[in-house]
């Protein structure tokens, strides 16, 4: 599976950005898609997931009420609506996959190219 994130931007404290994750190749083994996001000299974090078949989805408490997660299965296409967007939310974000379910989002089987979002405050 190949996954390739899009969308990022800069944009003002208080804007919003969708971001995009296609995935080709043997989609049909995914289980669990998502988002992780690292800042400069932070750690990464988590910062969504949904069931990809039965579309349940998981949130960061940071993101919370803010970001919204989707697909369409169709398009073997997931997105990030991030709404409300704030100077701390700045980081590359990874979209990233499971093939199997492991209990609780791992995102550890496939990953795509990182995006850049900038807020300004």
């Known amino acids: 599976v190949q996954l390739q994130a899009s969308g990022g931007g800069l944009v003002q404290a208080g804007g919003s950005l969708r971001l995009s994750c296609a995935a080709s190749g043997r989609t049909v083994s995914l289980n669990t898609m998502g988002w992780f996001r690292q800042a400069p000299g932070k750690e990464r974090e988590f910062v969504a997931a949904?069931?990809?078949?039965?579309?349940?989805?998981w949130y960061a408490d940071s993101v919370k009420g803010r970001f919204a997660i989707s697909r369409d299965k169709a398009l073997n296409t997931m997105y990030l609506q991030m709404n409300s967007l704030k100077p701390e939310d700045t980081a590359i974000y990874y979209c990233?996959?499971?093939?199997?379910?492991?209990?609780?989002?791992?995102?550890?089987?496939?990953w795509g190219q990182g995006t850049q979002v900038t807020v300004s405050s």
């Open positions: 990233a996959a499971d093939t199997y379910w492991q209990g609780t989002p791992v995102l550890g089987d496939y």
């Open positions: 949904l069931g990809w078949s039965g579309g349940h989805t």
